[in-house]
């Protein structure tokens, strides 16, 4: 029964946990146009100048390299 709960805990732990932290770097899965379109523009908006983000378009099989500009207007280096 412990071991069930830690594992529920866990899911819920990471489940959440990726709602509240973006990931201004490394690799990111998208399907489609659109939605790599709309990961870069989250990057834009809460990445630092300099951030580097591969963007996977697994539908596609197309991947596309980020450097974020400027310092977007929701990062913690001041937008």
Known sequence: MKKLVLKFGLFVFCLFGSFSVFPCGGTWNACG????????????????????????????????????????????CGG
């Open 33 to 76: 146009s659109d939605d790599v379109i709309a990961l870069g523009s989250d990057a834009l908006d809460n990445c630092c100048a300099g951030s580097a983000i591969v963007i996977h378009d697994i539908c596609e099989g197309r991947a596309f390299l980020m450097v974020v500009p400027e310092n977007g207007p929701n990062s913690s």
